[in-house]
Each structure stands twice: as structure tokens, then as C-alpha cells.
């Protein structure tokens, strides 16, 4: 009880939370009435191509979620955070290629056209199980969180921190792209998966699945907010805070901060997993160049920009320069990189406490109280 009333307590300070969870639910209702309730002539009307923007752009945003929640709150600066989203994507994507069957352009009605191809006789163990969705769903969640687990407790334990857990973090993904490109991986190699044609018996193409796949989305997006919000409030979440602020001082009161870290670090690779998972029917496409690098030092931008710490925050930095990116990928596209580098650098020098940082200085919407650094006795 008292665990839930410091959560409400919490919820209803964080105005820029309430703000964000207000402009998301106006989102979940305009999105789909200006899609399925307008005529295509329309002004007004929204198109596909848009509809799977917003739903791209929410996939995003619980994944600079997760890694708020590690680096913003427990001081965990991953860089491998693209791989557990790629995980889950590739999960959900091994799914819906079991549910293509016959009407892939091979037709076999078990192999997936990139298996008959490379003359394969028969599926592969790991893809057994995959043809059920609440398998698959299992998949999303057990594979990140599992591989989060095992990294997170051989590198805590061994006290593994700053720039050279940054480093491992990347190294990890980085092996997991490689090892993807494999054909003989049996992940459909440098292609990926495509070519999907249902999830649970819908026709994955419809207006009416697409906005399904929104709506699930922004469920999603609002549960893992409020999820994370639970968790700072919580008495554990004072407690990574602790850890993040001073770790060899926390672990001299007495807190296991192994236990900790790991356990958070296991949260937000789920989390991340279930983004991917529902980044895939939605864009239509899973491949190796979601594992790479780069992602995961993108994901880590958009966190910075947004303001760390804040969990809306990350939020609004995944939206703005995924966005940006949107737009001058399409005029600007050899310049991009170059403008995201300057955007980082500029956010770093001038904007340490990302834009919510600025507008909590230029208005009356603050970030949520930081729990301050734990005393000695």
C-alpha cells in the first residue's frame, strides 16, 4: 500500500508524465478516426504510410524508455540496448513467417522461402514452437531478458562499469550483428524476414490491423511508462538511484547493488524486446542492420536530447530526432549523420539536461524530484 500510494504521489507530481500520457491517449483516438472514419479525397485523412510513421515513432519511444530507466536512473550507460530490441523483433518476426505457409513464393507450407532457397530439408529446432503466437510472445520476453540477465550478472559481478561496460555493451551487439548475417544462422542472413502476411489470422496489410497494431502500441508505450514510474517511486527505485549517485557508498550500507543493477537491467531489456516485437509487423521488416552499433548510440542520442531522467523526456527526444531523421534522410540524406553528431554535441554542451531540462527552467512543468544521493551515517 504504501509502495502505491508513493507511486500515485509520484504520478501526479510528474506533470510532464501526465502531459505526455494525455497527448498519447489523444493521439490513440485521432490517429485512427482520421484513418478509417475520412475518405482517402480527404484533407483530413491520414494514410498508411502516416499510421505506420506514429506507430514507429511509439515503438521508438518505449525504447528510449528502457534505456532512461538504466542510464537516466541507475547510471548504466548501455550501448547495446539495440540488440535486445532487435531480438525482440526478430522473435515476432520468426512468427509471422510461420504464418505465411503455402503462400510464400516457394510454397512449402512449413520452410520460409529463405530456408528453400539455401536448400534447407527441415526446420531448424529453435524455429520449432514459433507457428504459436503465445510462444512467440513468450520468445519476446524470455530471449532479451534472459540474455540481459546472464550479461548483466558475469559484468556487475565482476564490477564492470562506466566507459568500459559501454564498451562491452557494444561489443555484444555488435557479435549478434555479425553472427545474424550468417546465412547458416538460420535467421534468413543479410535479408532478414519480410514478406509477412497475417499475425493472428488478420491480413496484416488491413487499415483495421494497422491501427490494431497502433492502438497495441500505445498501450504498450503508457503500461512501460507507468511501469517505470512504479519503479523509481518504488523503494528499490530510491535505492538504484542510491547506486547511480554513488555506488561504492551504497554498497558499503549494505545493498547487494549487483542484485540491483542486474534486475534492472533485465527490466529494460524486456521492455526493449517488446518494442521490437511491435516494431516488426508494423514496418514490415526485420534485419541484421538492427543490431548494429549505431542503433544502439542513436537510441542512447535521443535520451540525451530529450533530457535523461525524466522518462518523458526520452520520450520526446525519440520522437523529435526520429522525426528529424525522417525528414532530412529524404532531402538531406548524406549530411544526416554528420547532423545528428552536431545535434549530440550541441545538446551535450549547451543542453546537459536535455529540451525538458530547458522548459523546466522556462516554465512551470518540472522533472520529477531526484531522490538525493544517500548520506553516510
Known sequence: MKTQSAFLEALRADRGGLTFLGILALVTIIVPVLHLGTPDSSALHLSSYTVTLVGKYMCYALL??????????CGILSLGHGAFFALGGYAMGMYLMRQIGPRGVYGDPILPDFMVFLNWKELPWFWHGFDMFWFAMAMVVIVPGLLAF??????????????????????????????FFRNNMGFGGNNGFTDFKEIIGFQINLPSTRITLLVATAIALAVGYCACRYIVASRAGRVVQAVRDSE???RFIGYRVESFKVWIFTFSAVLAGIAGALFVPQVGIINPSEFSPINSIEIVIWVAVGGRGTLYGAVAGAILVNYAKTYFTTVLPEYWLYLLGMIFILVTILLPKGITGLLASRVAVKPPAVTPKVSAA
Do not use: E
Open 64 to 73: 528510449a524508455i528502457a534505456v532512461d530507466l538504466v542510464w537516466g536512473y
Open 248 to 250: 561504492s557508498r551504497a
Open 150 to 179: 546472464v550479461f548483466g550478472w558475469l559484468a556487475f559481478r565482476s564490477r564492470v562499469t562506466g566507459v568500459y561496460l559501454s564498451i562491452i555493451t557494444q561489443a555484444m551487439t555488435y557479435a549478434l550483428m555479425l553472427a
